[in-house]
């Protein structure tokens, strides 16, 4: 089993740019998150997607934007990007919705927004 | 809204000696409570949660922790801490509810030899 896979691990953006990153979950599972980990801080709830559709948004503007495809792959996109959104970003997935089940997560994506 | 607070921010211990790191969290409702952990360079690994019923939670590599609800805490301690034991460590709190989870901002744990 692969666990959650996250790509790509890295990348470098220009402000304003827009930029996709993408998440395929565990096998048997059917719910992703996304979580922003800034540096020192802790994991910040971005949105979750089960079946499809957005089912949980944190406090984040439009700019982040995401989406489930049906083999429940996933994928966040942020658009004009600013200095601030650099960051490590992780998706986690777990079967079904709810916080009681484990949630397994990635290895991340750092981001470096120049 | 629920929130977290990790009142140490770094934990320096010696190796094979005991550790708690404290964690305490708001809420007004009905919460569930983990404790995450997260090597250099890696994702989160689920260290244990509380969900229900027994406030003493045993979960992996020898962590245990326990929810107190009249003091709003759920510290994670172990007996003897190994140089392996390195890592941040953040606690985490959701609303029974709820499908997001919210974490605190980490602990490190330092391990000297």
Known sequence: DAGVT??????????????????????????????QQALGQGPQFIFQYYEEEE??????????????FPNYSSELNVNALLLGDSALYLCASSSGR????????????????? | AQSVTQLDSQVPVFEEAPVELRCNYSSSVSVYLFWYVQYPNQGLQLLLKYLSGSTLVKGINGFEAEFNKSQTS????????????????????????????????????????
């Open chain 1, 6 to 35: 996250q790509s790509p691990t890295h990348l470098i953006k220009t402000r304003g740019q827009q930029v996709t990153l993408r998440c395929s979950p565990k096998s048997g599972h059917d719910t992703v998150s996304w979580y």
């Open chain 1, 55 to 68: 089912r949980q948004r944190g406090n984040f503007p439009d700019r982040f934007s995401g989406h489930q």
């Open chain 1, 98 to 114: 709810g916080a009681r089940t484990e949630a397994f997560f990635g290895q991340g994506t750092r981001l470096t927004v120049v």
């Open chain 2, 74 to 113: 759920f510290h994670l301690r172990k007996p003897s801490v190994h140089i392996s034991d390195t890592a941040e460590y953040f606690c985490a709190v959701s609303d029974v509810r709820d499908d997001k989870i919210i974490f605190g901002k980490g602990t490190r744990l330092h391990i000297l030899p």
